[in-house]
C-alpha cells in the first residue's frame, strides 16, 4: 500500500523560510514522480511543483517560481519543499502526491498525503 | 495561473445521475489526460478518474470519466450521501509546463 507522511509544517513569519519533506512507502519511490499541491483555507487545490522520478526535471507553478525549491532522496525515499521569502498567501495546508509516472509531465497524481498546515503570519 | 472552469455546484437526489463539466483548452485538455479527485470534508483528496475514463480499483462503478476535445466530465450515477463532496478536475498544461485544477464543484445530495 503506498504511504505518503508529511511534516515540517509551522508558523513562520513572512519573509522566513521552512522546509517540508514527505516520506514516501509502499512503492519504488526512486522511479516515479512525485509533486507537492497545496491548498488555502477554504480554496481550492493549487499545484506547486514537480520533480520526475527515473525521468529527471523540475517544474514550478509561476506563484512560487524562485522562491520555492523542489528535491528528493531516494535513498531515504524522502521528498523535500524549501520554501524561502514565504508571503501571507502561502498559507495552506501542502500535501504531497505520488505521480503516475516517471515523468512529470504524464499521468498526475494517484496518491496523496494527509497534508502539512504552514501558516505565514506575523 | 490557468484554471479549468467547473461549475461551482452540483446536486441530486439518491439515485438520480449528475454530470459534473470541466472546461479547459488546446494546451492541456486536448492532448493530455484528466484525472478526477473526490474530497471528502476535512479529508484530503482522492484520486477517482485517472486517464481520462478509468477508475483505480475500490472505486464504485458509479462513477465515470469521459473527455472530447477541450473538455472533460465526471459522471455520477446511483447518487448516494457519501458521494457529498468536493470534485477537481485536473491535467497538465503544456503552455504553462505545470499541472492545473479544475474550480471545483461541491456535490450536494439532497
Known amino acids: 500500500e503506498v504511504q505518503l507522511l508529511e511534516s515540517g509544517g509551522g508558523l513562520v513569519k513572512p519573509g522566513g523560510s521552512l522546509r517540508v519533506s514527505c516520506a514516501g512507502s509502499?512503492?519504488?519511490?526512486?522511479?516515479?514522480?512525485m509533486n507537492w499541491v497545496r491548498q488555502a483555507p477554504g480554496k481550492g487545490l493549487e499545484w506547486v511543483s514537480a520533480i520526475g522520478g527515473s525521468v529527471p526535471g523540475t517544474f514550478y507553478a509561476d506563484s512560487v517560481q524562485g522562491r520555492f525549491t523542489i528535491s528528493r532522496d531516494n535513498s531515504k525515499n524522502t521528498l523535500f519543499l524549501q520554501m524561502n521569502s514565504l508571503r501571507d498567501e502561502d498559507t495552506a495546508i501542502y500535501y504531497c502526491?505520488?505521480?503516475?509516472?516517471?515523468?512529470?509531465?504524464?499521468?498526475?497524481?494517484?496518491?496523496w498525503g494527509q497534508g502539512t498546515l504552514v501558516t505565514v503570519s506575523s | 495561473q490557468s484554471v479549468l472552469t467547473q461549475p461551482p455546484s452540483a446536486s441530486g437526489t439518491p439515485g438520480q445521475r449528475v454530470t459534473i463539466s470541466c472546461s479547459g483548452s488546446s494546451s492541456n485538455i486536448r492532448y493530455n489526460v484528466v484525472n478526477w479527485f473526490q474530497q471528502l470534508p476535512g479529508t484530503a483528496p482522492k484520486l477517482l478518474i485517472f486517464g481520462n475514463n478509468q477508475r483505480p480499483s475500490g472505486v464504485p462503478d458509479r462513477f465515470s470519466g469521459s473527455k472530447s476535445d477541450t473538455s472533460a466530465s465526471l459522471a455520477i450515477s446511483g447518487l448516494q450521501s457519501e458521494d457529498e463532496a468536493e470534485y477537481y478536475c485536473s491535467v497538465w498544461d503544456d503552455s504553462l509546463h505545470g499541472y492545473i485544477f479544475g474550480t471545483g464543484t461541491k456535490v450536494t445530495v439532497l
Open positions: 509502499g512503492f519504488s519511490f526512486n522511479v516515479y514522480a
Open positions: 502526491a505520488k505521480g503516475a509516472h516517471s515523468s512529470s509531465r504524464k499521468g498526475g497524481f494517484d496518491a
